[in-house]
């Protein structure tokens, strides 16, 4: 596996042999996660239909802190975010900001308008297109900690994990992995999301202290997977397809779980804190791919939020601390538990309606 230190870097010799595993009794990994917090505001059919907190440091912070090894006596996965809002920010007490709070600036917090298509999403063509809206201050080399880390997660989505804060997290971190959105997102002066070659971008030369560089398929080509590979392992994750990893000499598939897509929004954020964690236990990278993808699965299904959006019409004020709770059945239950119910039914079913799922989750090398 590539190292993302240099031998004459931070890190003392015979320390790179397990890069992500803690060995018995030693105390647990802490991993560094850099990009910023921001504001989502969906559209379907010009019409906006919801706003939510983004950012993929917000979807990997909720995955890690599911899914990494912790230290028994200790509540949360043991990280730090580095991430950067303004004053406007909605979400600070949302469960990820709350934990780990982000930097305060005077520009407006990052803000995208995702327009979704009513037609169908194919497993190859985007879903939505994406516009920055506002764009909050570039996270500088100066505002990581000066401090060691097992694992960091260069996670941008706004171009502001700049080429010498990467350079950074490489000299503070045993291994790095990064998202190629991080790096190779342009933006026109409308603030459309479009892409640059990754070779034409100061981040190139830092690929081979990279340990693995995760794309879209749509992001793929731009990442130029036949030179990138010999320099670092690259996923590239294809949605209900599942994703590939491929690295300098070999290949592999590996399948997808089944799910039925309410939103995608967060499934390659989701996958990539999902296959950390798998390496963080100590899995091959083909098996923590497997983590990813249920990870990334369980992104896009939502289904339970669909279900409540759809059948329980919203409190005006929500009771939950010393207000009054009631334990009787709801006017909705019978329609809820009905709901809830299908949803339970349609994962094996689904599975054994589409014959591609039938290896799901399964590795095969090409
Ligand atoms: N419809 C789906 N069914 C099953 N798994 C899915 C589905 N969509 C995504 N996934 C899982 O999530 C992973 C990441 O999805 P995808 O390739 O769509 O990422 P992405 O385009 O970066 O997403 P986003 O930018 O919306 O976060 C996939 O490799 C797959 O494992
Ligand atoms: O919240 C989302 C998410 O983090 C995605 O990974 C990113 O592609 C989008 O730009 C962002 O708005």
Redo the contacts with the bound molecule.
């Keep these: 596996m590539p190292l993302a230190a240099e031998p004459d870097d931070t890190h003392e010799e015979g320390e790179d042999q397990q890069l992500l595993l803690a060995k018995k009794g030693e105390p647990t990994l802490e991993g560094l996660v850099v990009g910023s917090y921001c504001h989502d505001v969906l559209i379907r059919g010009g019409r906006v239909v919801g706003e939510t907190l983004g950012g993929?440091a917000a979807?990997v912070s909720n995955v890690l802190d599911a899914a990494s090894p912790r230290e028994a006596e200790q509540g949360e996965a043991p990280f730090v975010v580095v991430s950067k809002v303004g004053r406007d920010f909605a979400y600070a007490s949302a469960p990820a900001p709350a934990r780990r709070p982000p930097l305060l600036c005077a520009s407006p917090t990052t803000s995208f308008h995702a327009q979704f298509s009513d037609a169908a999403a194919s497993a190859h063509a985007p879903?939505?297109e994406l516009r920055r809206v506002h764009a909050c201050d570039p996270i500088y080399p100066a505002d990581l900690p000066d401090r060691r880390f097992a694992y960091g997660l260069a996670v941008g989505v706004a171009g502001e994990v700049l080429p010498e804060t990467l350079e950074r997290m490489i000299r503070l971190c045993r291994a790095v992995l990064v998202?190629a959105?991080a790096l190779i997102r342009a933006f026109d002066g409308d603030g459309a999301v479009g892409h640059v070659a990754l070779e034409d971008t100061p981040y190139a030369r830092l690929l081979p202290r990279v340990a693995f560089l995760?794309?879209?398929?749509?992001?793929a080509p731009y990442v130029g997977v036949e030179t990138a590979r010999r320099r670092c392992c690259v996923i590239v994750?294809?949605?209900?397809?599942?994703?590939r990893l491929y690295w300098d000499g070999g290949e592999a598939r590996?399948a997808?779980?089944?799910?039925?897509?309410v939103d995608?929004?967060?499934?390659?954020?989701?996958?990539l804190a999902g296959f950390a964690a798998g390496l963080l236990w100590g899995l091959s990278a083909t098996d923590a791919a497997l983590l990813?993808?249920?990870?990334?699965?369980a992104?896009?299904?939502q289904a339970v939020k669909e279900i409540l959006e759809e059948k329980i019409a919203k409190r005006s004020s929500p009771c939950i601390n010393g207000t009054t709770f009631t334990f009787d059945r709801s006017s909705v239950h019978d329609e809820l538990h009905a709901a809830l119910q299908e949803a339970a039914r349609l994962i094996p079913e689904q599975q054994q309606a589409d014959p591609t799922n039938g290896n799901c989750g399964d590795i095969c090398s090409v």
């Excluded at 997808?256 to 897509?261: E, G």
């Excluded at 995608?264 to 996958?271: E, K, Q």
């Design positions: 993929a979807f879903d939505r998202d959105q995760k794309a879209s398929s749509e992001e994750t294809d949605g209900r397809d599942g994703c590996v997808p779980f089944p799910a039925v897509q995608p929004t967060g499934a390659g954020d989701s996958f990813g993808n249920f990870f990334g699965a992104a896009v299904s």
